[in-house]
């Protein structure tokens, strides 16, 4: 999302930026589900200050608008200064001592995905938030995506199922280092039909352990092959429902760059170019995204059936795919979905499918830290 949105500012609004950089103001820097371009900070989970703007005797009017829509992003933002906090408090050097570094957009599902195993494994970590059109912040990589996680400053992780499988195998087989997992994720080169370079990672689904630690993992055999299977739907599936949902209507375009807006550090100018140009690019990207995708008109529907289906497959016997605890599966469709929080495409979502009972638990894991206890 954040990325395609990028794309689309980047085009629309390249003269006004060049402009903007003239004036001595800063550029806009935020696009979907991007907090703003901050200094690394420990977390465990993200949040942030609000909107920041100039406001004249001329601009209160503006600036009523910005704190009324505030309003919205409040819930979010008071939960996430409690993980925060309680990252302080509970902080202790985890996961064999590694240093975590990790570049993101804030709501990019693949970022949430990567938030949510360190999150729940309690493993700290430092965030850094890219300007997702400019990208200063990972200029130094070859690799131009997000998530990148950095590892003790050196070791460099890309694509979030990689970073996930490798950080798992890392917690339970203490014995290898993280730059011998890596290397079990061989990276590929492809072009696709259109003649673009695609990058896809081997193996990225696989945990690397030996056949005594798959065991003790997976004590059914088949728990093994489910959890892969629900974490590559939630890659090839899941995630391409997003977009076209928070960007239905222009109603809910706007709302969702309310939220951009407010999260982010514009002046009062960049903040408005953000929210109105970007939120009729995005409109009318995400109607291309659903015939891409064959979605529904309603694309609503696409996904509660989705979201049902993953309810479906845990069943009423297990509290978890996973069991008793989340599995990595759990924490993939739970990083995903959870950055449509505070949009009405999330309000539906709760109220239209049985997928409530289950998120509920899975966000009060991953506050709690419960995986620690694990590793």
């Not at 909107?51 to 001329?58: C, D, I, N, Y």
């Not at 608008?65 to 202790?92: M, N």
């Not at 977009?243 to 760059?257: D, H, I, M, Q, W």
């Amino acid at each position: 999302m954040a990325a395609s949105c990028a794309r689309a500012l980047s085009k629309v609004g390249s003269s006004f930026l060049e402009s903007v950089r003239r004036s001595g103001t800063a550029p806009v820097s935020y696009l979907f589900g991007n907090a703003a371009a901050r200094s690394s900070r420990r977390a465990y989970s993200t949040g942030g200050p609000g909107v920041r703007s100039k406001l004249g005797g001329g601009s209160r009017v503006l600036g009523c608008a910005f704190l009324l829509g505030g309003g919205l992003g409040l819930y979010q933002t008071v939960k996430l200064s409690v993980q925060q906090h309680r990252a302080e408090e509970d902080k202790a050097p985890g996961g064999g001592g590694l240093k975590l570094t990790l570049y993101q957009y804030k709501t990019c599902p693949f970022c949430s995905k990567v938030r949510a195993f360190l999150d729940y494994h309690g493993l700290p970590y430092e965030i850094v938030e890219v300007n997702p059109v400019m990208r200063q912040q990972i200029k130094w990589s070859t690799y131009r995506k997000v998530p990148i996680l950095m590892v003790d400053g050196e070791e460099q992780l890309n694509d979030s199922s990689v970073i996930i499988s490798a950080l798992k195998t890392v917690l339970i087989n203490k014995e290898k280092s993280m730059s011998e997992i890596i290397c079990c994720y061989p990276e590929m080169r492809s072009k696709n039909e259109s003649g673009k370079e695609v990058i896809e990672y081997n193996n990225k689904y696989w945990l690397m352990l030996s056949s005594a630690e798959t065991a003790a993992i997976y004590p059914v055999k088949e728990m093994q092959k489910e959890e892969m299977k629900w974490r590559k739907w939630a890659d090839d599936w899941l995630v391409h429902l997003i977009s076209p949902n928070v960007y239905r209507t222009t109603g809910e375009a706007l709302a969702s760059f309310d939220y951009i807006v407010r999260e982010g550090n514009f002046g009062t100018w960049e903040g408005f170019f953000a929210k109105y140009v970007g939120a009729a690019a995005m409109f009318f990207i995400s109607k291309r995204l659903k015939s891409r995708h064959n979605l529904q008109d309603d694309v609503r529907q696409d996904l509660y059936k989705a979201v049902n289906d993953w309810v479906a497959a845990i069943g009423k016997g297990r509290k978890f795919m996973g069991g008793d605890q989340p599995n990595l599966a759990d924490l993939a469709v739970y990083g995903v979905l959870r950055v449509m929080e505070g949009l009405q495409a999330f309000d539906d979502m709760m109220a239209n499918t049985k997928v409530k009972y289950w998120y509920r638990q899975m966000e009060r894991a991953t506050l709690n830290h419960e995986g620690r206890k694990h590793w």
